[in-house]
């Protein structure tokens, strides 16, 4: 069975990429955006080298690191359905041998010592601002939680921890990527990058791909 853009809410398939791909309830649909296509098939993936992908969602973007030729692939996200999505599809298209997965909020997860020759993340680029109310509301259903998590980056802390802690994660001549778009916040984005020693380099924009919404992928330079 196929999904297009109805709510999931049972296990089901996607096609991506002239591939088929697993997708678990609570999980970041690529059905729904052209984000995950458009930035998978814009990174620059180092062939031979290694990859590491923040907040895999289904890891169709680490699964494809792989297949086109990354000799290994660190994948990482907050939410344990996708990090479970992340392994159903690595075992899918058979690169489990070279795709490692792991679940934490943004590097914390990973074993200390990893670095990377790409490190990206398609973030959640909307800041809706710190809601000081959301303490007090009822615990949220997990599902609608980590949609909510894949989606907003409240007061762009996320962003603030992968901007300050990415350049422990990567090799001498890293490349550190960001999927983003015209929906997030730029002045912010560059001020936190500022502060965290970096200047913001457009690599690639999706335009109208995408009636409303220019995907954009950003790579960040030192300053
Ligand atoms: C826009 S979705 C992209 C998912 C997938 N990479 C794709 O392109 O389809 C953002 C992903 O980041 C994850 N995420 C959000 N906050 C995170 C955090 N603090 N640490 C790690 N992952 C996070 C979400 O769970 C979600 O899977």
Same mark, same amino acid.
């Given at each position: ?61 680490? %699964? &494809?690191?792989?297949? =086109?030729?990354?000799? /290994?692939? *660190?994948?990482? $996200?907050?939410?344990?359905? #996708?990090? +479970? ?53 009822? %615990? &949220?259903?997990?599902? =609608?939680?980590?949609? /909510?998590? *894949?989606?907003? $980056?409240?007061?762009?802390? #996320?962003? +603030? ?63």
């Amino acid at each position: 069975m196929s999904s297009t853009t109805a709510a999931v809410t049972a296990q089901t398939t996607f096609p991506l990429l002239d591939r088929e791909w697993d997708l678990l309830p609570g999980v970041f649909a690529p059905t729904h955006c052209a984000s995950t296509g458009f930035f998978t098939e814009s990174i620059p993936f180092p062939v031979g080298g290694s990859f590491l992908e923040v907040g895999c969602g289904t890891g169709v973007t680490a %699964v &494809e690191a792989a297949l =086109r030729g990354c000799a /290994r692939v *660190a994948a990482t $996200d907050i939410s344990a359905a #996708a990090v +479970e999505n992340t392994r159903l599809n690595t075992d899918r298209h058979a690169v489990s041998d070279r795709v490692e997965v792991y679940r934490g909020d943004v590097f914390d997860g990973l074993p200390p010592q990893g670095r990377f020759d790409v490190v990206f993340w398609n973030s959640p680029f909307v800041d809706p601002g710190i809601d000081e109310r959301s303490a007090a509301r009822p %615990v &949220e259903d997990d599902r =609608r939680k980590h949609l /909510r998590r *894949a989606v907003f $980056d409240p007061g762009y802390r #996320a962003h +603030e921890r992968y901007l300050l802690q990415a350049g422990a994660r990567l090799t001498a001549a890293g490349r550190l990527l960001l999927g983003f778009s015209d929906l997030g916040d730029h002045d912010a984005l560059a001020r936190l990058a500022a502060d965290a020693g970096y200047r913001i380099s457009v690599l690639r924009t999706s335009g109208d791909l995408v009636s409303g919404v220019d995907y954009q992928l950003l790579e960040l330079l030192p300053r």
